[in-house]
């Protein structure tokens, strides 16, 4: 569900970060995961969560 939310997005907002959040999906990414995309496995930091949507932002040079 989530993989096809993503995609979805995508055609929407061609350059939207997108961040997946799994416990037992991240075997799944690569080849379901949109490009440019990054999986975080549950549990985690929730400076985790902040660094993976900066490095996106910053890789798009999107306004923060």
Same mark, same amino acid.
């Given at each position: ?5 993503? &995609? ?6 061609? &350059? &939207? =970060? ?16 949109? =490009?440019? @995309? ?7 930091? @929730? ?18």
């Amino acid at each position: 569900y989530g993989w096809e939310v993503a &995609r979805r997005a995508r055609e929407a907002i061609g &350059r &939207r =970060p997108v961040v997946y959040v799994s416990s037992d999906s991240q075997h799944e990414w690569t080849s379901h995961g949109v =490009p440019g @995309s990054i999986m975080i496995a549950k549990h985690f930091a @929730s400076t985790e969560v902040v660094v993976a949507i900066s490095s996106l932002i910053i890789a798009l040079d999107l306004p923060a």
